[in-house]
C-alpha cells in the first residue's frame, strides 16, 4: 500500500513514517507542506493521503480543497489538533473522507487507513496507454512500438509508464528514484541513467525513441 503523509512536524513525521512502514509495510512518501503534498498527489497513485491541518506554504486544508476541485478522486484523511465541531465540519467539508484528532496512537491512524482503503475511490487506470506509436499495456506490463513487442523488465516498464503518465513535466532524477525504487533503495542516480538508456536501446530506431528526452542536470520527460 503506497500512502502520501504530509505533516511539516520533523519530529512527528519521521515518527508516523517509519512506523507506518515498520508495523504495516506501507510505503510512505513524507513532505512537509501542503504545496508538496499537493504536487505529490496529482504527480503519483496513493491508496490513501493523510494531511496535516497545520502547514506552512499552503495548509492541508487548503491541499485538500484544492485537490477536490481538481477532481482528485483518492481517499484523504486530516490530521489536526483542531477537534471542536466545526473545526471537524470544516475538514469534511474541504473534501477529506475521515479525520482524526492528535495526539493518536498509530494503532489508531493504521486503523483507519485500512478502513479508507477497503473502500473504492479512485478508479483503475486505462490498460492500455498510447502516445505516438507507442503503446504500454499496464496489465501485463508489456510495451509496443509500431506495433512490435518490446522486452522491458520490471524496472523499465515502471519508469516509462511513470514519464508518459506525467508526459510534457520533467521529472528528476530523485523523483524517479523515490516513485520506482524508494527513497530508502541502495541505488544510485547513476542506476536511473543506465536504465533510461536501455530502454532507449531496447526501442531501437523506432520513432517513440525519440519521445524520452533528457534535460541536463535535471532529469527525464516524455513529450506528447
Known amino acids: 500500500m503506497k500512502i502520501l503523509l504530509a505533516e511539516d512536524d520533523v519530529r512527528l513525521g519521521e515518527l508516523t513514517a517509519h512506523l507506518m512502514k515498520r508495523k504495516a509495510g506501507y510505503t510512505v512518501d513524507w513532505v512537509t507542506s501542503g504545496s508538496e503534498a499537493y504536487d505529490y498527489a496529482t504527480a503519483s497513485s496513493y491508496d490513501?493521503?493523510?494531511?496535516?491541518?497545520?502547514?506552512p506554504d499552503g495548509n492541508g486544508l487548503?491541499?485538500?480543497?484544492?485537490?477536490r476541485k481538481n477532481g482528485y478522486a483518492g481517499a484523504i484523511l486530516m490530521l489536526t489538533a483542531k477537534d471542536?465541531?466545526?473545526?471537524?465540519v470544516e475538514g469534511l467539508d474541504a473534501g477529506a473522507d475521515d479525520y482524526l484528532v492528535k495526539p493518536?496512537?498509530?494503532?489508531?491512524?493504521?486503523a483507519r487507513v485500512r478502513a479508507l482503503t477497503r473502500r473504492t475511490f479512485v478508479p483503475l487506470q486505462e490498460d492500455?496507454?498510447?502516445?505516438?506509436?507507442?503503446?504500454?499495456?499496464?496489465?501485463n506490463q508489456m510495451a509496443k512500438s509500431g506495433g512490435a513487442v518490446i522486452q522491458l523488465s520490471p524496472r523499465e516498464f515502471q519508469i516509462l509508464d511513470l514519464l508518459v503518465q506525467n508526459k510534457n513535466l520533467t521529472l528528476t532524477?530523485?523523483?524517479?528514484?523515490d516513485k520506482v525504487w524508494g527513497l530508502d533503495a541502495d541505488v544510485n542516480l547513476k542506476t536511473i541513467d543506465a536504465t533510461v538508456k536501455l530502454?532507449?536501446?531496447?526501442?531501437?530506431?523506432?520513432?517513440?525513441?525519440?519521445?524520452?528526452?533528457s534535460v541536463r542536470g535535471v532529469g527525464y520527460r516524455v513529450e506528447a
Open 48 to 55: 490513501v493521503v493523510v494531511l496535516d491541518w497545520m502547514m
Open 84 to 88: 471542536a465541531l466545526q473545526d471537524r
Open 62 to 67: 487548503d491541499a485538500c480543497a484544492k485537490l
Open 173 to 177: 532524477r530523485e523523483v524517479i528514484l
Open 199 to 213: 530502454i532507449r536501446k531496447k526501442l531501437g530506431a523506432s520513432p517513440s525513441r525519440e519521445l524520452i528526452r
Open 104 to 110: 493518536f496512537e498509530i494503532e489508531e491512524l493504521l
Open 128 to 139: 492500455v496507454v498510447r502516445i505516438g506509436e507507442l503503446e504500454l499495456h499496464r496489465n
